[in-house]
């Protein structure tokens, strides 16, 4: 599979989250999938439950948001650097920064890590986690 197809899997596989649509986007999984998520005990669809968990945690606030700030090709690896807030309007409140690993074998995904760090009031650094300048 060339390199765009994969980050269009990728992008694909967020626009589904992004639309609360987690679970279909388990068709870009291969079924033995691993997945690398420290808490969640189970598979793709274990995990995918546990992001279905938290877009309906961030629809308690009045303008909660998600994106994918970049996404990055190299062989058979695939990173994306996603951000997700509590608050569009107020960021303070909240969030969650992460990078996702997904290793592919042909056109599916067959490997999947995650790295987390929560978006906290008052973060010492005014850089923040995973932040950086915005295209």
């Known amino acids: 599979m060339h390199a765009q ?8 596989f967020f626009e589904l989250v992004m639309q609360g649509r987690q679970n279909e986007g388990l068709g870009f999984f291969a079924l033995d999938c691993r997945q690398h998520n420290p808490f969640i005990r ?14 309906k945690e961030a629809d308690k606030y ?7 700030r970049s996404i990055l090709v190299d062989g058979d690896l695939v990173a994306a650097h996603t951000e ?3 608050s ?4 303070g409140e909240g969030g969650l920064r992460q990078v ?13 890590f ?17 932040l950086g300048e915005q295209p």
């Open 114 to 130: 995650d790295i987390t760090q929560a978006i906290q009031p008052d973060m010492p650094n005014a850089a923040n986690a995973f």
């Open 84 to 86: 997700m807030l509590s």
């Open 5 to 12: 197809n994969r980050r269009k899997v990728v992008s694909d």
């Open 42 to 55: 189970g598979g793709m669809k274990e995990l995918l439950d546990g992001m279905t968990s938290a877009q």
């Open 88 to 91: 569009r309007s107020n960021p």
């Open 100 to 112: 996702h690993l997904f290793r592919f074998r042909g056109d599916k995904v067959i490997e999947y």
């Open 62 to 68: 009045p303008d909660p948001s998600f994106a994918v």
